[in-house]
């Protein structure tokens, strides 16, 4: 019976949680870390109220490996509090790497993604964010085939 009780609220607090007025469009910067430091020039298209677009070209570089990865998302974003909102998605990629090390491989790859975070939208059109982007596949260039990302995101809301 409790735990009956517990998924009710848990149920009703969902369903209570409305989407926050997603920009329309908005471009920026997301910096973050995988497999080194890595910058990328990020695009978030609204497709409804609910949902949302995103894309990203970039590219990393640690001692040994560059790359350049492009990827897209689609995600659901909730609102939280005023101005704030979460989000989670999924989507995929390519890229390609190139390792310096003397017996070191390079090419190109394919990746599956997901994508949870967190952002505030200000009164003026700025938009932060941290959120957590799992990728697996890869092709060599992720260790064991899976890839952890974690970056701030800043993007003009227009």
């Known amino acids: 019976m409790k735990n009956l009780f517990v998924c009710s609220l848990l149920l009703l607090g969902i369903s ?7 920009s329309d469009h908005s471009i920026g910067l997301r910096l973050g870390s995988n497999r080194g430091f890595g910058t990328e020039i990020s695009y978030q298209m609204k497709l409804n109220s609910e949902n949302r677009a995103e894309f990203n070209l970039g590219w990393r570089s640690s ?12 995600q659901w974003v909730w609102s939280l509090e005023q101005g704030f909102n979460w989000y989670a998605g999924v989507g995929g990629g390519l890229g390609s790497f190139s390792n310096s090390t003397p017996n070191g ?9 997901g994508d949870i975070g967190i952002e505030y939208n200000f009164d003026f059109p700025l938009q932060v964010s941290l959120d957590l982007r799992p990728e697996i596949g890869g092709n060599g260039y992720f260790e064991n085939s899976f890839g952890t990302d974690i970056a701030l995101g800043l993007r003009y809301k227009f």
Do not use: E, M, V, W
Not at 16 to 22: G, K, P, T
Not at 63 to 74: F, T
Not at 105 to 113: K, N, R
């Open 63 to 74: 001692n040994s490996i560059s790359a350049i990865k492009l990827n897209g998302l689609y």
């Open 105 to 113: 491989d390079s090419g190109t790859f394919i990746f599956a993604a």
């Open 16 to 22: 209570s949680l409305s989407a926050q007025d997603i």
